[in-house]
Nanobody, 124 residues
Framework: QVQLAESGGGLVKPGGSLRLSCTAT????????MGWFRQAPGKEREFLAGSNRSGSVTVTADSVKDRFTITRDNANNRVYLEIDSLKSEDTAVYYC?????????????????WGQGTQVTVSS
């Protein structure tokens, strides 16, 4: 089992940047595929990016691939989401999730563990 905790959210002006962090505790972090999702008010949770267990392969949703970057640091049990050129439509709760096998997935139902989320608000 692994516990996840996101941090790094907050109020940001349009055009700004953020780096969200997700820290894992518990069983070996490097055994998990990691993903980032977000849920905006009134919308379903959507996949943003995923990383394989080593970090050598990543998948990013087409809708955000020019602005979002996922990286991971297995030595420190962390996964990051860099967000550039923030827009008001990026306002959402951002979640990290862990998947206990080797394949990156976009379906939230395939992830086994979730953090509590961190709020990102983009507003001038």
């Amino acid at each position: 089992q692994v516990q996840l905790a996101e941090s790094g959210g907050g109020l940001v002006k349009p055009g700004g940047s953020l780096r969200l962090s997700c820290t894992a505790t518990g069983r070996s972090f490097s055994n998990y595929v990691m993903g980032w999702f977000r849920q905006a008010p009134g919308k379903e949770r959507e996949f943003l990016a995923g990383s394989n267990r080593s970090g050598s392969v990543t998948v990013t949703a087409d809708s955000v691939k020019d602005r979002f970057t996922i990286t991971r640091d297995n030595a420190n049990n962390r996964v990051y989401l860099e967000i550039d050129s923030l827009k008001s439509e990026d306002t959402a709760v951002y979640y990290c999730a862990a998947k206990a096998d080797w394949r990156i997935a976009e379906l939230e139902a395939l992830y086994d563990y979730w953090g509590q989320g961190t709020q990102v608000t983009v507003s001038s």
